[in-house]
Nanobody, 126 residues
Framework: QVQLVQSGGGLVQAGGSLRLSCAAS????????MGWFRQAPRKEREFVAV????????TYADSVKGRFTISRDHAGNTLYLQMTSLKPEDTAVYYC???????????????????WGQGTQVTVSS
């Protein structure tokens, strides 16, 4: 069983920066992947970024490429999402997610993850 606890988020102006954190505990399987999703009001939850256990495979959604950076600490206990050049359309509840059985293709879908953080609000004003 894995528990994910998120922190960060808040209100920022367009063009600003924000960093989200996701602390993981209870992991027993070293084969895992962790990612970020977001859900805007009245919208479906969408993929943002994913990182595998070694950090060698990283994928971003086209909408955030060049602006967001996903990373983890060297122990693999905490996942980060550094967001820069924020736009109003980035406003959403952001969720971290983890899977202990990563499968190619599925890691870019919410159905590919069995563990989820509680979500944190990011609001970008014009």
């Amino acid at each position: 069983q894995v528990q994910l606890v998120q922190s960060g988020g808040g209100l920022v102006q367009a063009g600003g920066s924000l960093r989200l954190s996701c602390a993981a505990s209870g992991r027993t399987n070293s084969n895992y992947a962790m990612g970020w999703f977001r859900q805007a009001p009245r919208k479906e939850r969408e993929f943002v970024a994913v990182l595998n256990w070694s950090g060698t495979n990283i994928t971003y959604a086209d909408s955030v490429k060049g602006r967001f950076t996903i990373s983890r600490d060297h122990a693999g206990n905490t996942l980060y999402l550094q967001m820069t050049s924020l736009k109003p359309e980035d406003t959403a509840v952001y969720y971290c997610a983890a899977t202990e059985a990563p499968r190619y293709g599925a890691i870019w879908q919410k159905s590919g993850y069995e563990y989820w953080g509680q979500g944190t609000q990011v609001t970008v004003s014009s």
